[in-house]
């Protein structure tokens, strides 16, 4: 595995727990959107946000090797867009990379 790779890919783990904090407070406060979540890509200092209904993020985090991202936020390297909206792209993890989106889902209990 390369090293860089799996760097890429922590990278937006990171940003997808702290989108699901903000999913389990606005949730329960605010109801269905939209809301500011943050950007999942690779880059660790971007900061754009995308308004998101509750409804699209989950249809985002039904799988756990897709992520949310900007358009145009796009790391070929791993990964490959599956869908194209107008305020943002969801990406697919290559293969190679897959088992640490899967591994790292707050959403998958450990095995
Ligand atoms: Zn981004």
Excluded: W
Excluded at 25 to 39: E, I, Q
Aim: glycine content about 4%; charged content about 35%; some cysteine.
């Amino acid at each position: 595995m390369d090293e860089q790779k799996r760097r890429l890919v922590e990278n937006e783990a990171l940003f997808r727990e702290v989108n699901e904090r903000i999913r389990g407070l606005v949730a329960t406060l605010h109801g269905p959107g939209p809301f500011g979540f943050l950007c999942e890509c690779s880059n660790r200092d971007c900061e754009t946000r995308i308004p998101l209904s509750l409804e699209d993020y989950e249809a985002v985090r039904a799988q756990s090797d897709r992520f949310l991202v900007a358009p145009g936020h796009v790391f070929p390297d791993i990964e490959r867009v599956v869908e194209k909206h107008e305020h943002f792209e969801i990406v697919d993890k290559d293969d190679e990379v897959e088992a640490i989106a899967r591994a790292r889902d707050p959403r998958v209990p450990l095995q």
